[in-house]
């Protein structure tokens, strides 16, 4: 798949719909969590299929076999050194197993990203390699394939939790701390994340986008992440004065709101609402008129007292900000 | 040769005529249909419209679409045929000027999707 910044794919169209797919690892960060999912599965499965087993006896068995289901070797062995073993075993693996994910330390060899989740959508603050702001944007991360990316998890009210199944594990963002995570993915592509810790109202519709790009494509994204300067016009002026700058930054103009995603590039984005419609002029347009219908609860205003053409014109000059 | 399908065919006519239900023009191919929910899904247009046999979103800056294969008009404006309709699904402004409506990307057998997958709403 050949993913240029800007080319507008449809969330589905993208591999990945809704639900993200999960049991489906593309990367070094998400793999060991697959594994452990299928052994505790298939793990759990044997173990009830024993019990049952076990229950067939005592309900069903002959005289002698009931006798020894209950005698004290079979307790000792079923009921004591059979979950022992297993249980630390487990343990021990399962640790073992995941302990790459969580990063405990700085290498120097990842990219950094903070992410703050908010009701209901992502800040998205890319950094340098000491941790240094270089570039905002919402609701969706672009990474370059084969790099591990170091994020910094936190929130801004409630209990949120960042999950994108296929890049790696699911952290909580917890209110008053900064948690990390690393992600990576092998191969380039749109993958989809999803809030994963209920935070009220319309939390089922906070998803979220990661795009990986191949080395060079990811340079060129970079290098575009520069704002449209010295733009006039309609759709500018109409975005000034029905408030939208209050809640909105766009970069290079005087709209420098905080409390919504920043729209400076809003228009290259793949998906709007936080992950949850694709990004058009209809769907632009629909958003701004009522995001009350789409998204019950979430925290912009229906604009009603927009007539059509004014309507029009702020969504075309938002589609335009690529 | 020609004149007897003419007579045939404006008897055919009369006939039609005579029937009291009211004259639908044909289904598209069930294909075609099917195609078109999904693309009207994919595209998103449920962000303004309330769309049948699709649960969310259910926009409401836009009329409701269920039953409009029994609807004789287009935005009250144009005959409500399979070629305007989808001329118009892809570019409402350049049709209906002042309509509320953008143009929305989206290719020709998209369009002629969408507006098969409408007009077989018909309840
Ligand atoms: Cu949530």
């Keep these: 798949m050949i993913l240029r910044p800007g ?57 002698a076999l009931k006798a020894r289901l209950g005698g004290e070797k ?5 009921g004591f050194a059979f979950p022992a073993v297993v249980l630390t075993g487990l343990l021990i693996w399962g640790l073992m197993l995941t302990s790459s994910l969580s990063a405990t330390r ?29 570039l905002r ?53 749109v993958y989809k994340g999803q809030c994963a810790e209920y935070c009220g109202g319309p939390h089922a519709l906070m ?17 575009s992440r520069v704002p449209a300067r010295g733009e006039q016009g309609r759709g500018l002026e109409l975005f000034l004065s029905s408030g939208c700058a209050a809640c909105h930054t766009i970069r290079g103009t005087p709209a420098t709101g905080l409390a919504g995603p920043d729209l400076t590039h809003v228009g290259s984005r793949q998906t709007l609402g936080a992950g949850i419609l694709p990004n058009n002029p209809g769907t632009m347009a629909g958003w701004i008129a009522d995001a009350q219908a789409i998204k019950p609860a979430n ?3 229906a604009y009603h007292q927009l007539s059509a053409e004014e309507l029009l014109a702020v969504s075309e000059y938002l589609v335009r900000r690529k | 040769m020609i004149w007897k399908g003419g007579v045939a065919g404006s008897m055919l006519m009369i006939l039609a005529a005579c029937d009291p239900a ?18 009207a899904q994919r595209l998103g247009c ?38 305007r309709l989808a001329a118009f699904v892809a570019d409402a402004p350049s049709l209906v000027p002042g309509s509320g409506m953008p143009a929305v990307p989206m290719d020709a057998g998209e369009a002629h999707d969408i507006a098969a997958w409408l007009q077989s709403q018909r309840d």
């Design chain 1, 207 to 223: 998803g979220f986008i990661v795009v990986a790009h191949t080395a060079e494509d990811f340079a060129r994204w970079k290098a």
């Design chain 1, 74 to 78: 079979a307790i000792w062995i079923g």
């Design chain 2, 22 to 39: 009211p004259i639908e023009p044909p289904l598209a191919d069930a294909g075609s249909i099917a195609r078109g929910k999904a693309a």
């Design chain 1, 7 to 63: 080319s507008s794919l449809s969330v589905t169209s993208a591999g990945s719909g809704w639900p993200p797919a999960v049991f489906d690892p593309a990367g070094p960060y998400s793999e060991p969590v697959t594994t452990l999912a299928w052994a505790l599965l298939l793990g759990g499965t044997a173990v009830f299929a024993l019990v049952l087993a076990a229950l067939g006896v005592a309900l069903f068995g002959s005289a």
């Design chain 2, 46 to 83: 449920g962000a303004c419209h309330e769309l049948p046999g699709i649960d969310w979103p259910k926009g409401r800056i836009g009329p409701s679409l269920a039953g409009f294969g029994n609807r004789a008009l287009i935005a009250g404006t144009l005959p409500n045929d399979l070629p």
């Design chain 1, 137 to 189: 944007d919402a609701n969706e991360l672009h990474i370059p394939v084969g790099k591990p990316v170091l994020l910094e998890l936190e929130t801004a009210d409630v209990i949120h939790s960042f999950w994108v199944p296929r890049l790696g594990g699911k952290m909580d963002m917890i209110p008053g701390r900064t948690n990390r995570l690393l992600i990576q993915a092998d191969k380039p592509g």
């Design chain 1, 299 to 301: 925290r912009m205003p």
């Design chain 1, 106 to 134: 700085v290498t120097g060899a990842e990219m950094r990203v903070k992410i703050i989740g908010e009701m209901w959508w992502w800040r998205v603050h890319y950094q340098d390699a000491e941790g240094r702001e270089t």
